[in-house]
């Protein structure tokens, strides 16, 4: 099986108001297809660890590879261009672009990537809401619609480019249990059936049983 | 790579949702380059009618004879004395001609000049006006009606009749409105003037000639040169003034100087005659420049505001578009984008609120004794306003948006993200 994502011997500072060392020589793989969580107490760095590993946070110390290429010391530009093609991503707070309509938020990162013509990325972003049932949504104002429905439309976005590896900040956080596991069985179609790997902090116990593996973290640096 | 149309389907996204505040911030530019370009127009119009008033009238460079006293008196020329004190009393002006010596070749030696636009002679003596027993004095003036009004806007100041008529009329007289006004006359009646040397001459009244000048007004009139030769028994060229009009005003100095001194005449330019002139001018232009440029940087700080909100407001839609791939750069031209269209659509409106504005003022009546030809303020649409007005529109939305725009480039996504 070949590595998606391999972190290696990453460490980070929080430098204000005084240093304090967050991520202690944190090391792990995941591989394709793989679904892996990560748990662990709340200020345990699982989330700072998450936007490291997202490209996004670029102040730390350790060699970061996404598919086997060394991302760490990258330019700014380059590393949103991986971001845009080989990272998926879904929040706690299923962060829409309020003023665009669904269809248009899940078409956005592929009209920045501007690999395929307007019509396929159209077609694309159709066939992934239909995936997720929401394909009825495609023409309402993103503020306009639940919960649930903003968090699947996130997850959309997040396929929209056919990434990598997607990731999520405790995606399930914020709904209700219907719908956190609606989003768990939708995550793990997209493992089992196109070999998507994927890689959540998460809270919430039973949903990371049913992952995997699981990555515990505390104090900075990962226990099992 | 940038990709223009999705950061400009954003940007419009963005404006078109906060249609309240967008229309907001492009009406502080239409109000800004609106009223730059009515003042702008509106003051250099007053101006270049307060200039026309004296320079349209004045010639750039005026030739004559001086009546002065003798640079070297003839003690000077005496070898014996040249180590010595004189003191000359009682020092009189040379006796002198009026008329330009060959005044005629002179002409024509100038109008082959390429940085003279026209040369017009002129023959100016004193003259009395006679009604019944009263003399009362006054200044005629002999000139080419045709020539005079093309080059010198003569025809702007003639109340009644045309330059046309005195130039067909032969002993025709182009009356002073004041003389008209002390001596009762209308067009077509005859006034009869005596020069200095004796002898009455009836002219024909073809029309009136009202300078804006009252006490001009009252003694100056015109005829044509023949006449004027022909009252006065000289020959024809018998030519006391030639009046240049260059191409290019800063000529005037230079070339002025070369004529004095290859023609042995008096030359004064335009610039040494009306020199408190140019500057009651520059001072008018710079009033006008400083008003507009306030309005305009007002205009400024209202879009740099506006868009400091909007990115407020935005921060979430910001960190998304970096968490999905967009590139600071990108975030920065989405952002700039929203301004430069502000700039732009607010320019427009204001090129087409200044014009419409400064058109109506054009429609007021103004009237006034100096200016007898102009009825409504004088406007000047100057084609060049609206394209300093448009740059400025742009220039200064460019400014206001960049600072904020720079902001939005650096926000950390992970704050934001993770503020929530």
Known sequence: MSVVLEAKHINKYFRKPVTFHVLKDVNFKIEKGEFVSIMGKSGCGKSTLLYILSTMDTDYEGELLLNNQLVSGQNRDHLSYLRNKHIGFVFQFHYLLSDFSVLENVMLPAKKLAEKSLKEIEYDAIQKLKMLDIENLANKRASRISGGEKQRVAIARALINNPSIIMGDEPTGNLDSYNAENVFNIFKELSNEQGLSLLIVTHDEDFAKKTNRIIQMGDGAIIS | ?420
């Open chain 2, 1 to 420: 790579m940038t990709n223009w149309r999705v950061i400009l389907s954003i940007a419009k996204t963005h404006l078109l949702t906060k249609i309240k505040q967008t229309s907001t911030a492009a009406l502080g530019v239409t109000f800004g380059i609106g009223s730059y370009i009515t003042l702008v127009c509106f003051m250099t119009g007053l101006n270049s009618m307060l200039d026309g008033l004296i320079l349209n009238q004045t010639p750039h460079i005026h030739i004559y004879n001086e009546i002065e006293p003798s640079k070297k008196q003839p003690i000077t020329l005496y070898n014996k004395l040249t180590n010595n004190f004189t003191v000359v009393h009682s020092v009189k002006p040379k006796l002198s001609q009026k008329k330009i010596h060959n005044a005629l070749p002179i002409i024509k030696y100038l109008e082959e000049n390429k940085n003279i636009r026209g040369v017009l002679p002129q023959i100016k003596t004193q003259i009395f006006y006679i009604a019944g027993s009263i003399e009362l004095g006054g200044n005629l003036i002999g000139i080419n009606p045709i020539d005079e009004a093309k080059l010198f806007n003569i025809q702007d100041y003639i109340v009644e009749g045309s330059a046309q008529d005195l130039q067909n009329t032969d002993n025709g007289i182009l009356l002073g409105i004041g003389i008209a006004k002390k001596m009762s006359l209308k067009v077509g009646d005859r006034v009869q003037i005596s020069p200095i040397s004796g002898g009455i001459f009836p002219l024909k009244i073809v029309g009136f000639y009202q300078s804006g000048i009252a006490d001009l007004d009252a003694i100056q009139s015109y005829t044509n040169i023949k006449t004027v030769q022909r009252v006065l028994g000289e020959a024809q060229n018998y030519i006391t003034d030639i009046n240049i009009k260059l191409y290019d005003i800063e000529q005037a100095v230079p070339l002025s100087k070369i004529i004095e001194k290859q023609f042995n005449v008096r030359a004064i330019d335009i610039k040494t005659a009306n020199a408190q002139f140019e500057t009651g001018t520059a001072v008018r232009n710079l009033i006008t420049y400083a008003v507009s440029i306030t309005l305009l940087i007002v205009a400024g700080f209202g879009i740099y505001n506006i868009l400091n909100m909007l990115i407020y407001e935005k921060m979430n839609d910001i960190a998304i578009l970096k968490a999905t791939g967009f590139s600071g750069k990108d975030v920065q031209l989405i952002f700039m984008s929203q301004a430069m269209i502000i700039g732009f659509v607010g320019g427009i409106l204001g090129l087409l609120v200044g014009f419409g504005l400064a058109k109506f003022i054009g429609t007021i009546p103004f009237q006034t004794e100096a200016l007898p030809t102009i009825e409504t303020y004088p406007i000047n649409m100057n084609p060049m306003f609206f394209v300093i007005g448009f740059s400025f529109a742009m220039i200064s939305t460019f400014l206001a948006g960049y600072l904020p725009s720079k902001k939005a480039r650096k926000i950390d996504p992970v704050k934001i993200i993770r503020g929530q």
